[in-house]
């Protein structure tokens, strides 16, 4: 019986999204953004030459379709992406309502959002009277701090001392539907900030709010603030069963690794493995190794789009394309002749565009495994039907 791996490369979007001017960033619409081949051109341009050098070189992606599937999905020709594929290969594009994670992510696992997320207004203050009170009654505070579209290493750097003298919590959002809480690990408390985050995502949800996102930090204001790897996000459940439902309701065994627990609330889900991106990789080998026959391991590597997407860091963003390449090939070698290793991504985050919102963009679809040939363009529910299929989980009607 085969295996699929289901691989989220976050926010690597490859531009050509036919409803992209209805979606904005600092005002501008969307129209022509392009992650990948944006960023092929500066690094062909020599404007990525921080920790890297010279063309953007991704061999064993572009050899699956990479540089063919953006063509495919916008028409754009990236700077040394050019080899004639040689797995199955497609690109494909988002129905839903949405360009942040859950709405790519649970459509990527066959249910696309019914719904429109709420999203706070860019103002301050940005959060109703009502969600103040609440957060204030849960963290046992007489106010908050933030209250505003923030980024979230700046305003801890803000905030931070005001937190630790107050210890008010810091509330900002972005413009995803987010709710997001920073405080401090030591004078607030780890499990304090997971306990308002989880009490208060009720709430939140029921608001259609995507996620409430506990933020701890430590540091003091003489040395600075620094985000630790405690994150956790509290996520509104997908509205139906999804891929990894269908693949435990054939008894298969399903393995989050990365963010995935989180954004499907561990729902259809059997074990998570979390850690950095080099960590997540290593989780990936040793699955490629153990894993069941039958088995599902959905995983996000979320780097590209924390670290250098949002921060508009166009040679970050280069090198961890790069790195992720390299890798492949040791991932390769472990699969069994009947693996299905797809990967995607749910949206854009194009590090050259204005401001620091994902970008709506189509995601290119490749797969390394049995099979070879162009899908075409496809909805981003499709990438679904095709693992399921590869398992052999029959039809799910959409």
Not at 94 to 107: F, I, L, M, R, Y
Not at 257 to 273: A, H, P
Request: net charge negative; hydrophobic share 45%; charged share 20%.
């Amino acid at each position: 019986m085969p295996r699929a791996f289901l691989v989220v490369m976050d926010s690597v979007g490859c531009g050509g999204a036919p409803d992209a001017g209805a979606f904005d960033n600092a005002g501008i619409p969307d129209s022509g953004a392009n992650t990948l081949a944006h960023i092929a051109q500066a690094c062909a341009d020599g404007r990525a030459e921080d920790g890297r050098s010279g063309p953007l070189s991704l061999p064993n992606l572009d050899r699956l379709g990479l540089g063919a599937a953006i063509t495919l999905a916008s028409g754009a020709v990236a700077p040394g992406l050019w080899t004639i594929p040689r797995g199955l290969w497609g690109a494909a594009t988002e129905v839903s309502a949405g360009k942040d994670t859950p709405s790519g992510h649970w459509e990527l696992a066959g249910v696309p959002v019914p719904w429109k997320w709420h999203y706070f207004p860019r103002r301050i203050p940005a959060f109703p009277d009502d969600v103040v009170a609440a957060v204030c009654r849960l963290a046992g505070s007489d106010g908050i701090l933030g209250n505003c579209h923030a980024s979230g290493t700046a305003i801890v750097q803000e905030l931070g001392a005001e937190h630790m003298r107050s210890g008010k919590p810091i509330c900002y959002t972005s413009a995803d539907s987010v709710f997001q809480i920073a405080a401090h690990e030591r004078t607030f408390g780890l499990q304090r900030l997971l306990d308002l985050c989880a009490a208060l995502a009720p709430m939140l949800h029921a608001m259609k709010v995507g996620r409430v996102i506990a933020r701890p930090f430590t540091g003091d204001p003489d040395r600075g603030f620094v985000r630790t790897a405690n994150r956790r996000d509290f996520a509104i459940a997908p509205p139906g069963p999804t891929l990894c439902d269908w693949a435990r309701a054939a008894g298969r065994r399903v393995h989050a690794v990365g963010k995935i627990g989180d954004i499907f609330s561990m729902q259809g889900i059997d074990d998570l493995r979390k850690g950095p991106d080099a960590r997540l990789m290593q989780h990936m080998a040793d699955l490629l190794d153990d894993a069941e026959t039958g088995s599902l391991t959905f995983a996000n590597f979320v780097e590209f789009d924390s670290l250098y997407g949002h921060r508009r860091d166009v040679a970050g963003y280069a090198r961890a394309l790069e790195w992720f390449d390299a890798q492949l090939p040791a991932l390769f070698d472990r699969a069994r002749k009947d693996d299905l290793i797809l990967f995607t991504a749910d949206h854009g985050n194009d590090p050259t565009w204005p401001g620091t919102d994902h970008t709506r963009e189509r995601v290119p679809v490749l797969a390394h495994g049995p099979g070879a040939g162009g899908l075409g363009l496809i909805d981003l529910a499709g990438v679904a039907d095709i693992v399921a299929a590869h398992l052999d989980l029959g039809r799910h009607a959409r």
